[in-house]
């Protein structure tokens, strides 16, 4: 049974930090490269880190330099620390399969960035 579900959101003030997690269940999820998404109201959801199986990363520019994905894949666990936040990282962020997501998505994890 395929599940994925994301923690870690809250209210920050800009510049500060949060750290999110992604429990996935289900194997397919150990084969694939991973991803955190994020989708602010009235926008498309939009991916902005992955992680393969090698590790290897990429970012979206919006984020680079101030986003890290990483990755536990025994524990099937896919982590985003987001430092220097903005007032337009506000979005709700989901982790899925990159880069594109199952058709199935978690409940997501609210981020708000506002002083």
């Known amino acids: 049974q395929v599940q994925l579900v994301e923690s870690g959101g809250g209210l920050v003030q800009p510049g500060g930090s949060l750290r999110l997690s992604c429990t996935a269940s289900?194997?397919?999820?150990?084969?694939?490269?991973m991803g955190w998404y994020r989708q602010a109201l009235g926008e498309q959801r939009e991916l902005v880190a992955s992680v393969t199986t090698n590790l290897i990363t990429t970012y979206a520019d919006s984020v680079k330099g101030r986003f890290t994905i990483s990755r536990d894949i025994a524990k099937n666990t896919v982590a985003l620390k987001m430092n220097n936040l903005k007032p337009e990282d506000t979005a709700v962020y989901y982790c899925?399969?990159?880069?594109?997501?199952?058709?199935?998505w978690g409940q997501g994890t609210q981020v708000t960035v506002s002083s």
């Open positions: 289900g194997s397919i999820f150990s084969i694939v490269p």
């Open positions: 899925n399969r990159a880069p594109s997501g199952l058709n199935y």
